[in-house]
């Protein structure tokens, strides 16, 4: 095909006109997917607050009876008027190992009335007592002389704390406490949805000794400097290098947000995040959340070359079928029209244009025709001329 032919020229209109609608129909599924990954990014860090809420708000009532029933036990109300920690403790130990058994209670109470405010006893550690308790959720009691819960952080962790006066014909003689520690949230969350969780503390609020402490107990890596203003205590992916947050905790909107994409070992995760409010409103930390979105890119790439070979076909198509009709309505019909052309010039005043058609080609056979006529009778009137010349 000559690079100067109108063939050519049309398959090259034809190339560039669908090359560009294919590219304006991928930068649309492009938009159209990365809207669709913002927006399960949002649900799943609503989701991820909702759960998250729901399993403090779930525990706190169970919490919430669990107290009712033991602030009804006449005896262990007796022991603690008393004064008796050894006997006190006795009593509560074997209950308190089986509270810890089936509810997950992890920490339990017993508070002085003010203005003490001392400990008396903890049942999950009898040996530290006589301290004063200042936290949240037990000044709210104190106030309100209501139940009171919340989440308070302590020097490496957070938990989930229940505080109720403790009455005697109807005057407070103290306060019972309950507790439980968070990091069972997250493996529960992932249980529900399949995404990884963890938790990120404001180092501010920590003790860098005591976690070190934690990190051999624990037997893991102290991960204390790897951020720089924040530690990350939880994390159900057991890959910490996926968690990248070096923002302040203060700036987190109070709606969540997605903090970026990460690429890990063939999967595309959003990483998002919520900001974490203890019982005293002060924002300690945030909960993130890694969402798998794999299958929504794979979903594009698939649509991607889905429609690439649609273009291809079609374009295929397209030109096979304006080139049968232009070739039939225009390149045959003036390919007639040169030879006839040919032909007259040769000589062949017979040679004749057929035109059968009313449309922009056939005019111009019409025409083409006319003068045709013309020129054979300038011609014949010509060969006259010369032929009587003298």
């Known amino acids: 095909m000559k690079t100067n032919s109108i063939k050519f020229k049309i398959v090259v209109f034809l190339f560039i006109v669908i090359a560009i609608g294919t590219t304006l129909i991928l930068n649309f599924i492009n938009i159209s997917y990365k809207k669709n990954i913002k927006l399960a990014s949002e649900q799943a860090i609503e989701q991820t607050k909702n759960a998250f809420n729901n399993l403090a708000e779930n525990d706190s009532r169970m919490m919430h009876a669990t107290l009712t029933g033991l602030l009804s036990n006449e005896k262990m109300r007796d022991l603690f008027l008393k004064k008796d920690i050894d006997k006190l403790y006795g009593y509560t130990k074997p209950i308190f190992e089986d509270l810890k058994t ?128 924040t530690l990350l205590i939880e994390n159900t992916s057991h890959n910490d290098e996926i968690i990248e947050f070096t923002a302040d905790v203060e700036n987190i909107d109070d709606k969540g947000m997605v903090i970026n994409e990460i690429e890990k070992d063939g999967k595309t995760l959003v990483h998002g995040i919520i900001p974490l409010y203890d019982a005293g409103n002060r924002k300690t930390g945030g909960v993130f959340v890694l969402h798998d979105v794999t299958h929504l890119y794979a979903e594009m790439n698939a649509t991607k070359t889905k429609v690439i070979f649609s273009v291809i076909a079609i374009m295929i198509a397209a030109i096979f079928i304006i080139f049968f009709i232009l070739d039939r309505l225009v390149f045959k019909r003036l390919k007639a029209l040169v030879t006839v052309a040919t032909r007259v010039v040769g000589g062949d005043y017979n040679a004749k244009v057929n035109s059968n058609s009313n449309d922009e080609i056939g005019e111009f056979e019409t025409l083409f025709e006319q003068f045709r006529q013309v020129f054979v009778n300038l011609m014949a009137e010509y060969k006259w001329l010369v032929e009587n010349k003298d």
């Open 102 to 229: 089936k509810t997950g209670i992890t920490h339990w109470y017993f508070i002085e009335a003010e203005p003490e405010k001392k400990c008396f006893l903890r049942v999950h550690n009898k040996e530290k007592n006589g301290d004063i308790i200042t936290r949240f959720t037990y000044e709210a009691a104190v106030k309100t002389k209501e139940l009171s819960y919340g989440i308070e952080l302590g020097k490496t962790a957070f938990a989930l704390r229940t505080v109720h006066p403790y009455l005697h014909n109807d005057s407070i003689i103290g306060y019972m406490e309950l507790g439980e520690e968070i990091e069972h949230f997250f493996e529960i969350m992932k249980k529900q949805t399949g995404d990884d969780y963890g938790l990120l503390v404001k180092k501010e609020f920590l003790d860098e000794k005591k976690w070190e402490s934690v990190c051999k107990t624990k037997n893991i890596e102290n991960n204390w400097d790897k951020l720089p203003t």
